[in-house]
């Protein structure tokens, strides 16, 4: 081989490599990052109405870089198993309940706590305060990154048997509650025939008679219909259920901190819309209610009291388990959000 071929077969080569290279890095910038995000609720919830918003937002402000579909009603499973997928990095994103992490997480279970607010601005408060940023940074070690906290209601308890005003008459209810221990322990002391139950198996359950009633948010409640099944619904406010939207730590570490900062930035407004979007659903759902002939009351603050006098010693039961500094520090912003009236 001349050296004049050499040098031109050199050149060419070169000029391929370059053009690959090329090719390469057009294709990075083009290529796209898909993510789910799942959750349990119904297409009707705002739930879900704020989750689609949050994918709208999270590649507009991604600048089209990530791609984010919501799944609805549970279709990638459970809220263990979407958890734990997560973790994996098997699905990206998640929004629900952590209880699922309570065994390793305790600081989770101050939420189950009974009694503990008297209106949305102070869940809020705390929600946007230190004890909830602490328990994001607690579970990181499990593979999550926690993006923001959002509201899913207060729990209100409905039945089939009668209104509830006092707290005599819990008494002898068979009431699904959630399969925790600090609500199997509040139910239990209220009087309740306290019953552990997937979410799933609870509307078929009330409709055949086998539990005397559930408690859950009002929005939710609607939404799955407990209209059809429960005759009496008992305003209560016991505890308040929030939910955090949490990604992948897997999936976070793959964007970049332009794509980190856009998701962030999505999912804190999309949590908003929702609190926005629960707190005029609740009033929506009264009326809806009554309309089906679902018989709704208000306990009376009073009452209110002295059942939250006889679930005292459930919080002394479980404040040591769960963190005694921590629990006096998230009640100590409840105090604070309270003193700001």
């Avoid at 239990?188 to 979410?199: E, L, R, S, W």
């Avoid at 407990?226 to 619904?233: N, S």
């Avoid at 999936?251 to 980190?260: E, G, K, N, R, Y």
Wanted: proline share 4%; charged share 20%; hydrophobic share 45%.
């Amino acid at each position: 081989m001349t050296s004049r071929t050499s040098s031109h077969f050199t050149l060419r080569r070169l000029t391929l490599m370059v053009g690959a290279a090329l090719a390469l890095c057009s294709t990075a910038a083009l290529a796209e990052v898909k993510a789910k995000i799942g959750h349990a609720m119904p297409e009707t919830h705002p739930q879900a109405v704020a989750m689609n918003k949050f994918a709208e937002l999270a590649t507009a402000y991604t600048k089209g870089n990530v791609k984010v579909q919501a799944y609805h009603s549970g279709v990638l499973g459970s809220d263990e198993k979407q958890l734990q997928a997560v973790q994996s990095g098997t699905q990206e994103l998640y929004i629900g309940t952590l209880a699922p992490l309570s065994t390793r997480v305790k600081e989770v279970q101050v939420w189950d706590l009974p009694f503990m607010f008297q209106n949305e601005k102070e869940v809020y408060a705390v929600l946007d305060g230190a004890s909830s940023k602490a328990i994001f940074q607690k579970i990181e070690p499990a593979g999550l990154v926690g993006l923001t906290w959002t509201g899913m209601g207060f729990r209100n308890l409905s039945n089939s048997k009668r209104s509830v005003n006092r707290l005599e008459d819990v008494a002898g209810l068979k009431i699904r509650v959630m399969a925790n221990p600090v609500a199997l322990e509040t139910w239990k002391t209220i009087g309740a025939n306290a019953v552990p139950m997937a979410f799933a198996e609870v509307f078929p359950a009330l409709e055949i008679k086998a539990l005397d009633g559930q408690e859950n948010p009002l929005v939710h409640m609607y939404s799955n219909k407990m209209q059809e099944v429960q005759k009496f619904i008992s305003v209560t406010n016991h505890v308040y259920t929030p939910v955090a939207l949490v990604a992948s730590k897997k999936f976070w570490d793959t964007l970049s901190p332009a794509d980190q900062a856009g998701i962030q930035k999505a999912a804190t407004e999309a949590g908003l819309l929702q609190r926005k979007l629960l707190d005029e659903g609740d009033n929506d759902v009264v009326a809806k209610f009554k309309a089906a002939g679902v018989t709704m009351n208000t306990v009376s603050p009073a009452e209110l009291a002295r059942i939250q006098e006889k679930v005292k010693p459930v919080v002394a039961k479980f404040a040591p388990i769960i963190g005694e500094d921590f629990v006096k520090g998230f009640y100590a912003e409840i105090d604070k959000a309270r003193a700001a009236k």
